[in-house]
């Protein structure tokens, strides 16, 4: 089970806007870690969609857009097209143990 | 464009040893910058972080695994590797390597990505 907790899938239709959620605790986003997301499209390798919270990678639209708020963080999808359809993984650092770069379990996006 | 090619085997016996490269072109592996990681993913499965090295040597290992994990890098080959030791059927996965910039507080991300190699753990 993943330190920081994701919803095991979400979906919208074409169009709309939908969020995906990741949740941490005091030894990761909440002690003031970045949060970084990664897409990965099926049979591909994770690619870096937002990172330090809120920040885009060239290339990312701008229907992609992040946010942080105590323990938590959100994903955020608008205009959803059906290419949009992937694997999102959030991402952080935990200062528990020894430390450790961890990941969220994954959210499911299916566009409907 | 900064790209990472995995390389090794990809069938191997429970209790041997794990042994992968991943290559960088495009860039230096050794930039202060950054870091160059290890990532696993278990088919149908979530990503796990293994390890982390700088060009200068020094590592970082999930401490579920740094009992069996050793990161090396070659600067003169602009290569850095990956050991795991005493596999088993639950260390079949997909392994990617990647750079790791934005280090500086902890907050490295993983940008970008090799395309993966899948191993193999079978008798």
């Known amino acids: 089970q993943s330190v920081l907790t994701q919803p095991p899938s979400v979906s919208g239709a074409p169009g709309q806007r939908v969020t995906i959620s990741c949740t941490g605790s005091s030894s990761n986003i909440g002690a003031g870690y970045h949060i970084h997301w990664y897409q990965q499209l099926p049979g591909t390798a994770p690619k870096l969609l937002i990172y330090g919270n809120n920040n885009r990678p060239s290339g990312v639209p701008g229907r992609f857009s992040g946010s942080k708020s105590g323990t938590s963080a959100s994903l955020a999808i608008t205009g959803l097209q059906a290419e949009d359809e992937a694997d999102y993984y959030c991402q952080s650092f935990d200062n528990s143990l020894s430390g450790l770069w961890l990941f969220g379990g994954g959210t499911k996006l299916t566009v409907l | 464009q900064l790209q990472l090619q995995e390389s090794g085997p990809g069938l191997l016996k429970p209790s041997e040893t794990l042994s992968l490269t991943c290559t960088v072109s495009g860039g230096s592996i050794s930039s202060r910058n950054y870091y160059w990681g290890w990532i696993r993913q278990p088919p149908g499965k979530g990503l796990e972080w293994i390890g982390k090295?700088?060009?200068?040597?020094?590592?970082y290992y999930n401490p579920s695994l740094k009992s069996r994990v050793t990161i090396s890098v070659d600067t003169s080959k602009n290569q850095f590797s990956l050991n795991l030791r005493s596999m088993t059927a639950a260390d079949t996965a997909v392994y990617y390597c990647?750079?790791?910039?934005?280090?500086?507080?902890?907050?490295?991300?993983?940008?970008?990505w090799g395309q993966g190699i899948l191993v193999t753990i079978s008798s």
């Open positions: 090295i700088h060009y200068s040597g020094s590592t």
């Open positions: 990647a750079r790791l910039p934005g280090c500086s507080g902890g907050s490295c991300r993983f940008d970008p």
